[in-house]
């Protein structure tokens, strides 16, 4: 989370091109959205239990447990000529990428429209709903994005996951009882969907990271060149550590 207000500061000042930056999460870690409220919705001790730390993000959503997946971070300019003024509109140029993506992998995905939609609930787990223009599988949500507009960019989140743990995810959450929670278990199943879980081979981060930049580059049509950071972006990076690991900042809702 630091390297990614670090890129959309140095991309702000003109220093850098857009981004597009592919990671993952050693050991598993829960983001939470900007705005959304952690005591009552996380279940802070469930997640210790699991050795996973919280961390709030710059974008807005819902919760997200990273952890067998790739993750991805998309920063470019307001004034790109590529980029509508409409939050919705920039959200599908985005994801054409990773439609692109989920086809480079032999999987048939689709954009969550309007329509398709399920009905808003308060639930705080991402993968419980699509909004716009996210991908689905077969009606059933494969990613999860979220943006915000800061400092003239727009800076895009998404979770792409490879493997879902279910006993590990419904435990990171507060219901109001134990027959709550198992029936929200039971019935993400047909609400959500990992790669492994429609692809015909085993997926693995390399492949899916390579898949998902020819999915950017050909929905996006553009030429992706390495970026490595120098040692006093790094630095910088590391001085905004602290932020990310406070308890003012991820316990701030």
């Known amino acids: 989370m630091a390297l990614d207000e670090a890129l959309l500061n140095w991309h702000s000042q003109g220093i850098i091109p857009p981004i597009l930056r592919f990671y993952g999460w050693k050991p598993a870690g829960i ?21 996973i730390e919280l961390v709030r993000r710059q974008t807005g959503g819902r919760a997200v447990l990273h952890d067998q997946e790739l993750t991805y971070s998309v920063l470019v300019s307001e004034d790109h000529e590529a980029m509508p003024a409409s939050v919705k509109e920039a959200y599908l140029v985005i994801s054409r990428g990773l439609l692109e993506g989920f086809k480079e992998l032999g999987i048939e995905a689709e954009f969550a429209v309007p329509e398709e939609k399920l009905q808003t609930t308060d639930s705080a787990v991402c993968f419980e709903e699509p909004s716009w223009y996210e991908l689905i599988v077969a009606g059933k949500k494969a990613a999860g994005s979220a943006q915000t507009r800061k ?27 134990e027959r709550v929670k198992e029936r929200a278990k039971r019935t993400f199943g047909d609400k959500a969907v990992a790669i492994n879980d429609v692809s015909k081979h085993p997926i693995r981060f390399e492949e899916a990271k390579q898949a998902f930049k020819t999915g950017f580059e050909r ?35």
């Open 31 to 51: 983001s939470v959205g900007y705005f959304q409220k952690v005591k009552g919705k996380i279940d802070v001790d469930g997640a210790r239990q699991h050795g």
């Open 151 to 177: 400092k003239g960019v727009i800076l895009q989140h998404g979770s792409i996951p490879l493997n879902v743990d279910k006993g590990k995810l419904f435990d990171l959450f507060v219901y109001p009882n």
């Open 219 to 253: 929905g996006l049509q553009i030429q992706l060149e390495p970026f490595t950071l120098t040692e006093e972006q790094l630095s910088e990076v590391h001085a905004l550590e602290s932020k990310y690991k406070s308890e003012a900042w991820n316990f701030s809702r």
